[in-house]
């Protein structure tokens, strides 16, 4: 298995280690998954994420041969700015989810652990005549929670300024850090690329701050959940196009029907009219009654039993103190407005339909 530059802080920090991704990662710190979720929320929590695939794309109209095979707007992305995006296939599914960023001439990517040596290639075939460098002398990390901006300025005082998706490359002492201010746990705060030889540094920089925790996997997942995160090879696949899985706010109009340059990308013919033409099932977001976590793969029925759907992402939410699921649920259902349920070992556990994210969002948009 591969460990990540920060593996030996991680040890030192008494952190439990599991195979995620083909890494050795971090699932949970002393602290337990629960109080770290909680910290997270109440302050700033630090995140390796260093087994994420760092790209960089560069060569003349490359920002043009990336749209052909993604279907958001990449030609207009103001530079300095980061957008979310996803690799679609020609049957309109999901292959990966992602961030880039416009740094002039080039383009920064983010991709997924367990995705990255397809998305690789997958960018080398398509991209022709650009080239796709694979970032593997950075570590990843990201600091996320209320008191995340207020930490890390006192490190690098030029952070304080950002906006929610603006990337920037920042000086610490003599160090470029490459800097997002976005995250995967609906809170503000940023995601850090730092040179594997300075990782240690910069971390326990962080880490000397009494608001500042180290947070594993396990509390990762629970706040995705709450901020209504898809995670990739759960909520979203090759089997569930972008409208099903309820992101097709990251398809701008330009790229919709009638918009100036409408689709072009893989699936377009499948995933477009979905605008328009409800698609059969929809993930949706559920408060669950009790106490008892419902999980992945538990099916959701209607009053006589009948399956109208699926749940993708189930655990319970430290901080509304509930169980909450995302599932896939039948449209023609939710347009009746049945109750549903999670079946459950034979029990039939009432469900309550939910906005998304349950727990809201705390971007920093200036």
């Given at each position: 298995?591969?460990?990540?530059?920060l593996?030996?802080?991680?040890?030192?920090?008494?952190?439990?280690?599991v195979?995620?991704?083909?890494?050795?990662?971090?699932?949970?710190y002393?602290?337990?998954?629960?109080?770290?979720?909680l910290w997270v929320?109440e302050?700033?929590?630090?995140?390796?994420?260093s087994?994420?695939?760092?790209?960089?794309?560069?060569?003349?109209?490359?920002?043009?041969s990336?749209?052909?095979?993604?279907?958001v707007?990449?030609v207009?992305?103001a530079?300095?700015?980061q957008?979310?995006?996803?690799?679609?296939?020609?049957?309109?599914g999901?292959?990966d989810d992602?961030?880039?960023?416009?740094?002039?001439d080039d383009?920064f990517?983010?991709?997924?652990?367990?995705?990255?040596?397809?998305d690789?290639?997958?960018?080398?075939?398509?991209?022709?005549?650009?080239?796709?460098e694979?970032i593997d002398?950075r570590?990843?990390?990201a600091i996320?929670?209320p008191?995340?901006?207020?930490?890390?300025?006192?490190?690098?005082p030029?952070?304080l300024?950002?906006?929610?998706?603006?990337?920037?490359k920042?000086?610490?002492?003599?160090?470029?850090l490459?800097?997002?201010?976005?995250?995967?746990?609906?809170?503000?705060?940023?995601?850090?690329?730092?040179?594997n030889?300075?990782?240690?540094?910069f971390?326990?920089?962080?880490?000397a701050?009494?608001?500042?925790?180290?947070?594993?996997?396990?509390?990762r997942?629970?706040?995705?959940?709450?901020?209504?995160?898809c995670?990739?090879?759960?909520?979203?696949?090759?089997?569930?196009t972008?409208?099903?899985?309820?992101?097709?706010?990251?398809?701008?109009?330009?790229?919709?029907?009638?918009g100036?340059?409408?689709?072009?990308?893989?699936?377009?013919?499948?995933?477009?009219?979905?605008?328009?033409?409800k698609?059969?099932?929809?993930?949706v977001?559920?408060?669950?009654?009790?106490?008892?976590?419902?999980?992945?793969?538990?099916?959701i029925?209607?009053?006589?039993?009948?399956?109208?759907g699926?749940?993708?992402?189930?655990?319970?939410?430290?901080t509304?103190?509930?169980?909450?699921?995302?599932?896939?649920?039948?449209?023609?259902?939710?347009?009746?407005?049945?109750p549903?349920?999670?079946?459950v070992?034979?029990?039939?556990?009432?469900?309550?339909?939910t906005?998304?994210?349950?727990?809201?969002?705390r971007?920093?948009?200036?």
């Open positions: 298995m591969k460990r990540t530059a593996y030996d802080e991680h040890i030192a920090s008494g952190a439990r280690m195979e995620f991704a083909g890494y050795e990662m971090p699932v949970q002393p602290l337990g998954v629960m109080k770290e979720h929320r302050n700033a929590g630090l995140f390796d994420v087994h994420m695939g760092q790209v960089m794309l560069r060569g003349e109209g490359v920002k043009s990336l749209e052909a095979i993604l279907p707007d990449v207009d992305l530079e300095g700015m957008r979310y995006g996803m690799f679609t296939t020609d049957e309109g999901i292959t992602l961030m880039f960023a416009n740094w002039g383009v990517m983010v991709v997924n652990a367990a995705c990255k040596e397809q690789i290639a997958y960018l080398r075939s398509s991209l022709v005549g650009c080239d796709v694979v002398n570590a990843l990390l996320q929670g008191k995340a901006r207020e930490v890390f300025t006192r490190m690098v030029d952070v300024s950002m906006t929610f998706m603006q990337s920037s920042l000086d610490w002492q003599g160090v470029e490459w800097v997002s201010c976005s995250g995967y746990t609906g809170e503000d705060g940023y995601e850090v690329s730092v040179p030889d300075h990782a240690d540094a971390a326990s920089a962080l880490l701050f009494t608001e500042v925790e180290w947070i594993g996997l396990g509390a997942d629970s706040l995705r959940l709450e901020a209504g995160l995670l990739y090879g759960h909520d979203i696949d090759t089997n569930t972008p409208v099903e899985a309820s992101i097709n706010w990251a398809i701008q109009k330009v790229r919709r029907l009638d100036e340059r409408a689709g072009g990308f893989p699936g377009a013919d499948i995933i477009l009219p979905q605008f328009a033409n698609p059969a099932r929809k993930r977001g559920y408060l669950v009654d009790g106490r008892a976590p419902v999980r992945e793969g538990v099916d029925v209607d009053a006589l039993g009948n399956i109208q699926v749940v993708t992402s189930g655990g319970f939410s430290p509304l103190a509930q169980p909450i699921v995302m599932a896939y649920v039948s449209t023609s259902s939710l347009g009746a407005d049945q549903l349920f999670a079946s070992r034979g029990k039939s556990i009432p469900l309550t339909l906005t998304m994210p349950f727990v809201p969002s971007y920093y948009r200036g």
